[in-house]
């Protein structure tokens, strides 16, 4: 059965691009634009994997992250990602309980590779 | 006790884990800079190759625009001159606006073709020394009709003796022009215009101020922007392209000057550009190496002279600082009245003048050495004794790959130019003296010099002679001479080589003046003679 995925991020754009490429990868892909929106799906869907951007409006990604991992315990990954210079902070993620950190570039590559490792 | 090392322990594995994740999350964030870099590089490339496509498709175009209206300037033209048949008033007014907006079309498509050359590098500043209030001047006397057909009043402050700087005049020129002209065009009649160039420590400073229609603060910082025209009602004169000054800019930064301006709305304006004063070391280099990259390209050549002074200090200490600049000056003139191309030029370093030669090769630096050498023995027949002048040449690529190792080839070449004491104009020592003298040239046909009449001395110093012969006598030639000095019985014996032979003045019975230099002479008796003929 293929692996679901759910994307959590506030740009569309950036959501849209990046599940396409997942789906071509062959995954189910969810999406969700905010952090609650994410949890809600999370908590119903139960994916393998949850893709977070850090900087959200309202609930933000490291928030999620903490949610899933240390409150509700669910049996999820979670790979947090961050696109801006200013942004880059792993050790963050790493304390809200993220398995893994990546800094997305113009190519999805090493995303799409972190993710392979994971699930 | 034994709670304590588990204590311990459990502290132990909690830093441990707290390293482990550091360690993790520096190595994260070397990665994500690495992403983050990389993209930015990739995005600079592209941005790079789309101005430069920008800069392509703009010269491309304007080229193309330009021909088309070439012909319609003709044909403009034809119908202005009345050729096709009379105008009207109204035909000729309208052919004159036609005729001044295709004047203005080509002005910018030139301005647009000169900025996108400018910006895709492919205009290499190519510079040489250049005095600037010279330059001033020429294009200030090009607007001088403009200027008093406004009646407008010209004020030339120029900080004079003022050092050649390291420039290209042609652009140079173009910023004087643009910069000129624009204070021109927006100064009323009766206003005022004043240009200063200032010798500042490490620069020249110019700076061009009228009492035009100025600029409004907020407006200061788009006047060296594209097409940025501010105010610009039509007002009378040719109306602008809105590149002047971004073109000005431009040729001014290319030269590693900087260009600023200072305004004040309805009071003036004030543009002041700096340019720097480069070391005369730096600009021989520079301008060696200059030459050498064209050269590269062509396969050709490149020689340089350095004429130098040795002993400089007790030079200028028995001549002066004046007169050693002068002297300096004269070298530098000399070595220009020598060139044969227009190329051919000199940059003066401290205590040496450097004369670079593109093109030259081995034989024809020779060729202009040697006559450097005859040009300047002449000039040092004033100077003996108080300066002596050294001459060293070297080709590239004979010689050296680079400019710096070719100036120091040669200078470790150089000669010290040889000025027989018997050409010096020394007024004390002209008186002849009376003694026989004989002259054996070895392989002459006949033996000219037996008679005692053959030739006569002139002055005498501790290397060489001075004579009075009969004949034009070949330099180069050694010879032999038996001479009878006053009071002694002996004659003496002196092998000589002759270096020159000229004809001066008008006496009948030695009509050529000749050089010796001494050869095989013990240094006492060349003192002797030197004594003997002095007393």
Known sequence: MAKTILIIDDRETIRTSLADVLAESGYRVLEAATGEEGLEKAREEKPDLMVVDTAMPGIDGHEVCRQIKEIERLPIKVLIYTGALSAINPLKAKRAGADDYIVKGLSPLNLIEAIEKLI | MSTKPKELQEKIAALKKELADREWASRKTEEGIKILYEDLEKKNEELKELDRLKSDFIAIVSHELRTPLATMKVFASIISDEIPGELTKDQREYVDIIKGNIDRLVRLINNLLDIS?????????????????????????????????????????????????????????????????????????????????????KMIECSIADTGIGVAPENLDKLFIRFQQINRAAGPGARGTGLGLAITKELVEMHNGKIR???????????????????????????????????????????????????????????????????????????????????????????????????????????????????????????????????????????????????????????????????????????????????????????????????????????????????????????????????????????????????????????????????????????????????
């Open chain 2, 117 to 201: 050359k400018i910006e895709s590098g492919k205009v290499l500043p190519r510079k040489t020394l250049v005095n600037m209030v010279n330059l001033a001047n020429g294009i200030i006397s090009a607007f001088k009709p403009e200027i008093d057909a406004k009646h407008i009043e010209l004020k030339a402050l120029f900080n004079t003796p003022l050092p050649d700087i390291y420039v290209d005049p042609d652009k140079m020129a173009q910023v004087f022009t643009n910069l000129i002209g624009n204070a021109l065009k927006f100064t009323k009649e009766y206003g005022k215009i004043i240009i200063e160039i200032a010798n500042k420590k």
């Open chain 2, 261 to 535: 301006v200072e305004s004040k709305l309805g009071k003036g304006s004030k543009f002041i550009f700096t340019l720097p004063k480069l070391s005369s070391k730096i600009v021989i280099k520079e301008y060696v190496d200059n030459v050498i990259k064209e050269a590269m390209g062509k396969g050709a050549r490149l020689s340089i002279i350095v004429i130098s002074i040795s002993d400089f200090r007790r030079s200028l200490k028995i001549l002066g600082r004046k007169r050693m600049r002068g002297i300096l000056t004269d070298l530098e003139e000399i070595a220009q009245k020598t060139f044969r191309r227009a190329t051919d030029t000199t940059v003066r370093h401290r205590t040496e003048v450097v004369v670079i030669l593109p093109e030259a090769k081995k034989e024809d630096a020779f060729a202009v050495k040697n006559r450097l050498e005859e040009a300047i023995k002449e000039y040092m027949e004033d100077l003996t004794g108080k300066i002596r002048i050294n001459l060293g040449a070297a080709t590239f690529p004979d010689e050296a790959d680079n400019g710096e190792v070719l100036i120091n080839k040669a200078k470790t070449q150089l000669e010290a130019i040889y000025v027989g004491l018997e050409r010096r104009k020394s007024k004390t020592r002209r008186k002849r003296i009376g003694i026989g003298i004989k002259i054996g040239i070895p392989g002459a046909r006949k033996n000219r010099s037996s008679k005692l009449d053959y030739a006569a001395i002139r002055d005498s110093g501790e290397k060489g002679l001075g004579l009075y012969t009969k004949d034009k006598l070949k330099p180069g030639t050694k010879l032999s001479i038996s001479m009878r000095l006053p009071f002694q019985k002996e004659p003496l014996k002196i092998k000589g080589v002759i270096i020159w032979s000229k004809k001066i003045g008008k006496n009948k019975k030695f009509p050529y003046r000749t050089g010796i230099r001494f050869v095989e002479l013990s240094s006492e008796v060349k003192k002797a003679i030197f004594e003997l003929i002095k007393s």
